[in-house]
């Protein structure tokens, strides 16, 4: 009962009528670039998913982010990671880099797994608020699993986590652009079969002050395409569709708050 009448106090003291709730934000950066944040899925003691071959999806995941993180810089993109080595980072920490960062997007990067050993493809997904269909609902499953948070159920964070929901909320409609315009140049320039754009609760997503989505690459657990992960080919080539995708959706005009601050300020 104690929880339930703080929450109308705190949120009356946060919010103006009409406002949405969005975490403080960096200044811009002068040189005013583009600042994607890449996230490679998983890492140390997280091991994510495991190819029958032997290739892990933390491994996959940050070989696939260099690559990338080498294609947005050659596209004039400044990059960060939200980490560069084989260590854990918690999944609601990654988001919080990306914020006081100031970014422009959010892209975590994944391997699927299916126990059907045939099942190949990409898919892209963006935050849901709340239920899934019932495949996107397993994938967050999967990815949620080490999620790390320690937090316990406090009034501070049962705040927190709904101011989080709200933030990402603002920026639903820009996150599925972006999804649809990665899985576009995923499907064309990949030369992976589509399995579409699709909403889930992937906790990794939630806070993220920005357009932020999911791209599960390939199936690690499909052998064939675990084998082409292995090769900087093929991962080279993911990386250049995901790139475009990020650049057609610049091009389509979408203008984030970090946009805003740096033409304000000229």
């Keep these: 009962m104690k929880l339930l009448c703080v929450l109308p106090i705190l949120f009356s003291s946060l919010l103006a009528p009409g406002q949405t709730p ?10 005013g670039r583009l600042l994607v944040f890449l996230d490679p899925g998983h890492g140390g003691d997280d091991l994510g998913a495991r190819g029958a ?9 940050l070989d696939l982010a260099r690559s990338l993180g080498a ?21 609601w ?17 994944h391997l699927n797994a299916s126990p059907a050993r045939q099942a190949k493809g990409s898919e892209v997904y963006f935050l849901s608020l709340g239920a899934g269909d019932h495949d996107a609902e397993a994938v967050a499953a999967q990815e949620n699993a080490g999620s790390g948070t320690g937090t316990g159920n406090t009034p501070e ?11 990402q909320k603002a ?12 899985q576009t140049r995923l499907n064309d320039l990949g030369g992976i079969k589509e399995r579409g754009v699709k909403q889930a609760p992937f906790v990794v997503l939630r806070g993220a002050a920005m357009p932020a989505v999911l791209v599960e690459t390939a199936f690690i657990s499909n052998p064939r395409e675990e ?31 970090r946009r805003k601050a740096i033409a304000a300020s000229r």
Excluded: C, W
């Design 157 to 167: 964070n049962v705040v927190a986590g709904i101011l989080e929901d709200l933030s």
């Design 93 to 109: 920490d990654r988001a919080r880099l990306a914020n006081e960062a100031g970014a422009d997007l959010f892209v975590s990067l």
């Design 71 to 91: 294609q947005l810089t050659a596209a004039g993109m400044e990059v960060r990671f939200t980490r560069s080595e084989d260590v854990f980072i918690p999944l």
């Design 22 to 31: 969005k975490p403080q934000r960096a200044m811009a950066h002068p040189r």
């Design 171 to 182: 920026y639903l409609r820009d996150s599925e652009r972006l999804a649809v315009a990665i």
């Design 53 to 61: 071959k032997g290739l892990q999806e933390k491994t996959a995941a």
């Design 227 to 257: 084998a082409r992960l292995k090769t900087p080919a093929f991962r080279l080539k993911v990386a250049q569709a995901i790139t475009q995708g990020i650049r057609r959706f610049f091009a389509d005009g979408v203008v984030t708050d």
